[in-house]
């Protein structure tokens, strides 16, 4: 199926024609075709790997007309290289949460985005579908690295996507976002199961406030509500998951600057031997990202942070159990579409997985082309 849909967006790009001038008894149909290749190699514990890096491909196709637009938009993962390791945690696209749904793992393709949806001209937008979360519209505040980032934000909850949590390209979702001057509102709900014993299976807020040209600051929140009888048997699992974000972000010409606070509870897990079983063990945290990139002619210089800290008291994790790194790098475009990246993920002391190990530092250089193209058609209609 995900291979037909690489046919027909190669069709689509070739054969779309422009279109004449627009009148009152026409529609307007545009096809937007984009495509993003990335990948690298990386040098970590001695060793030299080249991977791919959360290459995809997508297109988004609307129909207009006065003051409302219906549009569909699709995007799948491109898995270029076969590499052992992947540090871009934007790049899974595994589901679920106490069961890890990784059936997409290492195929050429995989999901990323699906939706369909609606624009009004002052009523705002609806989407249903597989779509970036609200929880989201404050997160990607600093989730802009070209490698590292997203590890303190709890956006890409236990190795997936954040899909079923509904905190990062969140499953089954339905949004409505709307702008009221300066604020920018956001609101979702989810219904993932129909066998769970819950009406909706998650549903959240997000609020952002443009205080002057370019600076923005966000809050938001997002509320999983879990099967019962799943919950109550998983270690550490003791009510239903909940997010909070709070971020604030300065864009212009030469500066972006990104700071995200978030604290979850019962939001995250990680995997650990209890005797001779494997099991889910659920934990809060607290985490913090900065991102900062500084542009020059064709260079650009990066650095930030990303620091989790989970709270594992009575649990069967490592004491030592946290995310605390730094992140260097630079970009240097040459041309329009296309630039050269390297990034640096500098652990510290304290960084380490929760059975006890320290993570090591990682050293990547590569290239990434991004390819966008607008077509637009006039549709005339019968009066």
């Known amino acids: 199926m995900k291979i037909k849909l690489v046919f027909i967006f190669l069709i689509l790009c070739s054969g779309f024609n422009l279109g004449a001038q627009t009148r009152n008894d026409s529609l307007t149909l545009s096809f937007k075709p984009y495509s993003s290749f990335r990948g690298h190699f990386s040098l970590f514990n001695g060793e030299l790997e080249i991977q791919q890096n959360a290459s995809r491909i997508g297109f988004e196709i609307a129909l207009s ?6 549009f569909a938009g699709s995007e799948l993962s491109l898995n270029m290289f076969r590499g052992d390791q992947q540090f871009n945690l934007d790049a899974s696209t595994s589901g679920g949460f106490i069961d890890i749904d990784s059936y997409q793992v290492n195929q050429v393709f995989g999901t990323r985005l699906g939706y369909l949806g609606v624009k009004f001209k002052r009523g705002g937008t609806i989407m249903v579908g597989k779509q970036w979360s609200v929880y989201y519209d404050v997160t990607g505040y600093t989730d802009k690295f070209n490698v590292f980032g997203g590890g303190g934000t709890a956006t890409y909850t236990s190795g997936t996507d954040g899909g079923t949590t509904g905190t990062g390209r969140a499953d089954q979702a339905i949004t409505y976002r709307n702008q009221f001057g300066k604020l920018h509102l956001g609101l979702q709900l989810q219904a993932e199961n129909a066998n769970n014993n819950h009406i909706i299976d998650g549903y959240g807020i997000s609020g952002q406030l443009e205080l002057i040209k370019g600076l923005k600051i966000g809050g938001t929140y997002y509320r999983v509500l879990i099967q019962d009888t799943l919950r109550k048997n998983t270690i550490g699992f003791d009510k239903n998951p909940e997010y909070m974000a709070f971020g604030i972000n300065y864009v212009n010409n030469k500066w972006d600057l990104g700071l995200v606070y978030s604290d979850q509870s ?25 991102y900062s990139k500084y542009t020059f002619q064709e260079f650009s210089i990066i650095a930030g942070f990303n620091q989790y800290k989970p709270k594992i008291l009575n649990l069967p994790l490592s004491n030592g159990f946290k995310t605390d790194y730094y992140i260097l790098g630079f970009e240097y475009k040459p041309l329009k579409h296309a630039y050269f990246y390297s990034e640096f993920r500098i652990n510290s002391n304290n960084n380490r997985d929760h059975l006890g190990e320290k ?10 082309i991004d390819l966008e193209r607008s077509f637009n058609r006039i549709i005339m209609t019968s009066k």
């Open 266 to 290: 019962n939001g995250d897990l990680r995997r650990n031997y209890i005797g001779n079983d494997i099991a889910a063990i659920v934990f809060d945290a607290s985490g913090i990202e900065f």
């Open 359 to 368: 993570s090591v530092n990682v050293y990547t250089a590569g290239l990434r």
């Open 65 to 70: 007309k006065e003051n409302s637009t219906f």
